[in-house]
């Protein structure tokens, strides 16, 4: 699977948009681009999926660059329960739907 | 609608004994993956099932062996238990192996070796 980078950490206000950005400039045509997040002591959950064009869910946006190089997920007004490690993730449509997770971004979110 | 479902919740063990964990998909999927988690890391993935095959496999050695069940449950099995393998494990159901498929996550099962 390509390879995704995300910053470590990232700081947010309570009520604010909050914008993660992965780059993943050897993605190929027919990679998935995934969204998970993990709060304290839970499970990974699903956020947002997309391939080409920028997509929208009720919990979040993903807006996707025109190259595909790099994707950037939206979260319109963070709250505290948005606290958490989010994942970018590609996949293969043609592969497996296994998930290669990297470090992902820690989320921090303040009153 | 039960989502992903996994027992049991913790679990204590010693070195060299032998471990069962088990999950129960999400109704309608078919396709269950296992993946370890060790404290402070992304979880890693172990193997997945499919049509009660196991259809690709991680980096893990034979210790770690599993099976799924025709209703689509799935166990995974740990022998000879190292004080490494005290980590969340993790079960994910999905509709088919293909990878547009979103995969949804149990809460886990933390297993402690001492």
């Known amino acids: 699977d390509a390879k995704t980078t995300q910053p470590n950490s990232m700081e947010s206000n309570e009520e604010e948009p909050v914008h993660l950005p992965c780059n993943h400039s050897t993605i190929s045509g027919t990679d998935y681009i995934h969204w998970y997040r993990q709060l304290p002591s839970q499970g990974p959950e699903y956020v947002i999926h997309g391939l080409t064009s920028n997509v929208n869910n009720r919990m979040a946006s993903l807006a996707i660059a025109e190259d595909r190089k790099s994707s950037t997920l939206i979260l319109h007004r963070a709250t505290l329960r948005d606290a958490a490690v989010y994942y970018c993730i590609l996949t293969m449509n043609s592969g497996y739907s296994t998930l290669t997770f990297g470090k992902g971004t820690m989320l921090l979110v303040s009153p | 609608d039960a989502g992903v479902t996994q027992s049991p919740t913790h679990l204590i063990k010693t070195r060299g004994q032998q471990v069962t964990l088990r999950c129960s998909p999400k109704s309608g999927h078919d396709t269950v993956s296992w993946y370890q988690q060790a404290l402070g890391q992304g979880p890693q993935f172990i193997f997945q099932y499919y049509e009660e095959e196991e259809r690709q496999r991680g980096n893990f050695p034979d210790r770690f062996s599993g099976h799924q069940f025709p209703n689509y449950s799935s166990e995974l099995n740990v022998n000879a238990l190292l004080l490494g393998d005290s980590a969340l494990y993790l079960c994910?159901?999905?509709?088919?192996?293909?990878?547009?498929?979103?995969?949804?996550f149990g809460p886990g099962t933390r297993l402690l070796v001492l």
């Open positions: 994910a159901s999905s509709e088919g192996l293909a990878g547009r498929e979103t995969q949804y």
